[in-house]
């Protein structure tokens, strides 16, 4: 049969002239069950009105081209790519949700991040929720950060039924880390700066792919997972006795904060004692992007981002 169906499809590109083959993707299937960092949830159907409470999946949902379905985003100045939602009603803040807007907008899928894990619970009770958390704790070279931030972004996708999107994405990510692989050199610190107080973080944190991707040797005083963005609180003089070859530097207030009196994270390190390192010396203190390395974080384009930035501040010193 299978043979006479062929022969026949033969005949009538010979009697029609050009006979084009269609390639039809796969179509997701519901009822589909969802494993994500909070559980298992049953999707009865594909999604058409998501709520999105984290910055870094609304990331990926714009990167796999499901960005029309969102009704409904956390409150706050929004990452230049994601601009054109500016107009989206606000259903909470980055920590907590508006149940009420929440439900005022009906919808059948919400998705939490790391900010609003907590919240899980009491949302999935009154929607289908699925938790996009990328958890840095416990990384180890067979169980990545960069594994992790691909795992989600693919159970995204496959839950809005935008999983070959979401390989793409997957693929252009793996690209870059091959890429970049073993690119830095010398010894790394990752340091925040809050309300003019500095902490250093481990590769066990927000700036793995710092160390686990380029390379970079750890000079971290703990191996333990931060908590939020803890860390551990240093002095100047820390930082000029470890005297590091490179300086990566996260100013958190200028993510969170609309203080315009904040103090920036350049004039905290302009002292005597972090001009005295090897990395200010050679020029090698990198100030990264704080909406991308705080807020967004594991977004499928932002990931790259990140990754990019690394990669500049190395290939261009």
């Not at 230049?80 to 907008?105: F, H, M």
């Not at 180890?140 to 159970?155: K, L």
């Not at 100013?251 to 315009?260: G, I, K, P, V, Y």
Request: glycine share 6%; net charge negative; no cysteine.
């Amino acid at each position: 049969m299978k043979k006479m169906i062929q022969g026949l499809l033969v005949v009538l590109g010979v009697m029609y002239g050009a006979f084009t083959f269609v390639s039809v993707s796969a179509q997701t299937s519901y009822p589909m069950d969802v494993q994500h960092a909070s559980g298992i949830t049953t999707l009865e159907k594909e999604p058409e009105k998501i709520v999105v409470l984290d910055y870094g999946a609304f990331d990926t949902l714009d990167s796999i081209g499901a960005g029309d379905k969102v009704v409904g985003m956390i409150q706050g100045t929004l990452p230049e790519n994601l601009t054109q939602y500016s107009k989206l009603p606000v259903v909470g803040s980055a920590k907590e949700p508006d149940i009420e807007a929440i439900a005022r907008l009906e919808p059948d899928l919400v998705i939490v991040g790391n900010r609003q894990s907590s919240n899980y619970d009491a949302i999935s009770e009154l929607w289908p929720t699925i938790d996009a958390s990328v958890s840095w704790n416990e990384l180890s070279p067979e169980d990545t950060y960069t594994n992790r931030v691909t795992n989600s972004i693919q159970m995204i996708g496959e839950a809005v039924n935008h999983s070959e999107e979401g390989q793409t994405q997957i693929d252009a990510i793996n690209g870059k880390v091959e890429s970049y692989q073993n690119l830095g050199e010398g010894k790394a610190m990752a340091l925040m700066s809050s309300g003019g107080e500095i902490s250093m973080h481990s590769p066990q944190s927000r700036f793995a792919p710092i160390f686990e991707v380029f390379a970079f040797e750890d000079m971290a005083l703990s191996e333990e997972a931060d908590e939020g963005h803890k860390g551990d609180k240093i002095s100047f003089e820390t930082v000029q006795s470890l005297n590091p070859d490179w300086l990566f530097v996260l100013d958190r207030d200028q993510a969170t904060s609309n203080d315009e009196n904040a103090q920036p994270a350049s004039a905290v390190l302009d002292n005597d004692l972090v001009k005295s390192t090897t990395a200010y010396q050679e020029n090698q203190i990198i100030y990264l992007n704080p909406t991308e390395w705080y807020l967004i974080m594991n977004g499928a384009n932002n990931y790259q981002l990140i990754l990019d930035e690394v990669a500049d501040a190395i290939q261009n010193n």
